[in-house]
């Protein structure tokens, strides 16, 4: 499960590139009840969201040219220079080079060999999101690759991941863990992506939520749309996926909830 007590290859941070950052941040103030706080006139409009005080997310305006609406995961590193070079070496592509943010940390953003943008966090002062696994917190983060099995082979040349493969409605499922930590670090999973799908690849992060189908409908209120109406899986809880008013996709659970 996710913690807050970060090691090497945890997801530790998780930002959203928007086309509209104000639209962004009222969407997700009226879904989730979070509360956008500026990272000051430096940042170049990138802000974090808080809930209780705590960050839970970031958000920033799209950068990069022909960038579309996404949440990015971060990846907890010990040497951002080092997973650079590992990406390159493993078939993926640099596409921000390791740089330092203030005196908060080291990032860097990368693809994966299958087409899916993800990044990296080297503490500093700031170690990662302050809280992960409650009610309107991240809580697990999943791949959707055309190629798995390629995809995965390059994430544990990266991270050193573990994977377990768990029978799924329909197919398989592959969970992922931290090196070593067994399902205790368990934090995310890859799916195939679908083809003809109309997602591209990505990963897509979940929030907790305390009842799936009520944030779903408030979400369309809000002028999102469904891409996965929600459902249940046992054992697991009731899931469903998302797009914000910005079309970047999410998704949502109620671990554990009825139907489950």
């Given at each position: 499960?996710?913690?807050?007590?970060?090691?090497?290859g945890?997801?530790?941070?998780?930002?959203?590139?928007?086309?509209?950052?104000?639209?962004?941040?009222?969407?997700?103030?009226?879904?989730?009840?979070?509360?956008?706080?500026?990272?000051?006139?430096?940042?170049?409009?990138?802000?974090?969201?808080?809930?209780?005080?705590?960050?839970?997310?970031?958000?920033?305006?799209l950068?990069?040219?022909?960038?579309?609406?996404?949440?990015?995961?971060?990846?907890?590193?010990?040497?951002a220079?080092?997973?650079?070079?590992?990406?390159?070496?493993?078939?993926?592509?640099?596409?921000?080079?390791?740089?330092?943010?203030?005196?908060?940390?080291?990032?860097?953003?990368?693809?994966?060999?299958?087409?899916?943008?993800?990044?990296?966090?080297?503490?500093?002062?700031?170690?990662?999101?302050?809280?992960?696994?409650?009610?309107?917190?991240?809580?697990?983060?999943?791949?959707?690759?055309?190629?798995?099995?390629?995809?995965?082979?390059?994430?544990?040349?990266?991270?050193?991941?573990?994977?377990?493969?768990?029978?799924?409605?329909?197919g398989?499922?592959?969970?992922?863990?931290?090196?070593?930590?067994?399902?205790?670090?368990?934090?995310?999973?890859?799916?195939?992506?679908?083809?003809?799908?109309?997602?591209?690849?990505?990963?897509?992060?979940?929030?907790?939520?305390?009842?799936?189908?009520?944030?779903?409908a408030?979400?369309?209120?809000?002028?999102?749309?469904?891409?996965?109406?929600?459902?249940?899986?046992?054992?697991?809880?009731?899931?469903?996926?998302?797009?914000?008013?910005?079309?970047?996709?999410?998704?949502?659970?109620?671990?554990?909830?009825?139907?489950?």
């Amino acid at each position: 499960m996710l913690t807050t007590d970060y090691v090497p290859g945890a997801p530790n941070w998780l930002d959203l590139g928007a086309s509209d950052t104000e639209a962004a941040v009222a969407f997700y103030g009226s879904l989730m009840g979070w509360h956008f706080e500026s990272a000051g006139p430096e940042a170049g409009g990138y802000g974090f969201f808080t809930l209780d005080r705590r960050t839970v997310a970031a958000v920033g305006p799209l950068t990069e040219e022909g960038a579309r609406p996404a949440w990015t995961p971060y990846f907890h590193t010990r040497d951002a220079e080092a997973t650079a070079r590992t990406v390159d070496q493993a078939g993926g592509t640099v596409r921000l080079a390791p740089f330092d943010v203030f005196e908060e940390g080291r990032m860097a953003q990368f693809t994966d060999p299958g087409g899916a943008r993800f990044a990296v966090w080297q503490p500093g002062r700031t170690a990662g999101l302050d809280a992960v696994n409650d009610p309107g917190t991240l809580c697990w983060t999943e791949l959707h690759s055309p190629d798995p099995a390629t995809d995965l082979a390059f994430y544990r040349k990266v991270f050193g991941w573990d994977a377990e493969e768990m029978p799924f409605p329909g197919g398989t499922y592959t969970m992922l863990m931290t090196s070593g930590a067994g399902r205790e670090g368990s934090f995310g999973g890859v799916a195939q992506l679908q083809e003809g799908h109309s997602t591209p690849p990505q990963w897509l992060p979940y929030f907790e939520v305390a009842d799936c189908d009520a944030v779903v409908a408030k979400g369309q209120d809000l002028g999102g749309s469904v891409l996965m109406p929600a459902m249940s899986a046992e054992g697991i809880g009731r899931m469903a996926w998302l797009t914000d008013t910005v079309r970047a996709p999410f998704g949502v659970i109620a671990s554990g909830g009825p139907g489950a």
